[in-house]
Nanobody, 128 residues
Framework: QVRLVEAGGESVQAGGSLRLSCVAS????????MAWFRQGLGKGREGVAM???????TYADSVKGRFTISQDNAKKSVYLEMNSLEPEDTAMYYCAAKKRVFGSCIGGSLTLQAYPYWGQGTQVTVSS
C-alpha cells in the first residue's frame, strides 16, 4: 500500500508561485494514477489536477493555465507547480493515488471517490 507525504505549502502574496511535492513510499509510484485535490476552509474537497494513463494532465477549470502537474517516477514524486496564485487558491492541498488496472488509469474523472490513498495535506495560503 502506498503512503503519500506532501510538502511545499506556505503563505504567499497574490500573483506568487509555489511548487508542491508529494513523495510516495511503500509501493512503486509508477503503478498508481496520481492527482491533487484541495479543500478550502468550510468547503468541500475538490479536484485540482490529475494524470491519465499516458501521464497527460487534466485540470479543473479554475486552475487551467496556472497550475501544472507532473510526475517523476525515479524520484517517487508527483508535483504541482502553481503560478499566478489567487486568494481563492487558499486551501489544504492533498496528494491522492489510485492503483493502475493492467497499466491503465480507469475512469477519467477527477472525483474523490476514485482515489483510495491520500496524504495528510499541505497548507497553501494566498494573501491579497
Amino acid at each position: 500500500q502506498v503512503r503519500l507525504v506532501e510538502a511545499g505549502g506556505e503563505s504567499v502574496q497574490a500573483g506568487g508561485s509555489l511548487r508542491l511535492s508529494c513523495v510516495a513510499s511503500g509501493d512503486t509510484i509508477s503503478t498508481y494514477c496520481m492527482a491533487w485535490f484541495r479543500q478550502g476552509l468550510g468547503k468541500g474537497r475538490e479536484g485540482v489536477a490529475m494524470l491519465s494513463s499516458d501521464y497527460s494532465p487534466t485540470y479543473a477549470d479554475s486552475v487551467k493555465g496556472r497550475f501544472t502537474i507532473s510526475q517523476d517516477n525515479a524520484k517517487k514524486s508527483v508535483y504541482l507547480e502553481m503560478n499566478s496564485l489567487e486568494p481563492e487558491d487558499t486551501a489544504m492541498y492533498y496528494c491522492a493515488a489510485k492503483k493502475r488496472v493492467f497499466g491503465s488509469c480507469i475512469g477519467g474523472s477527477l472525483t474523490l471517490q476514485a482515489y483510495p490513498y491520500w496524504g495528510q495535506g499541505t497548507q497553501v495560503t494566498v494573501s491579497s
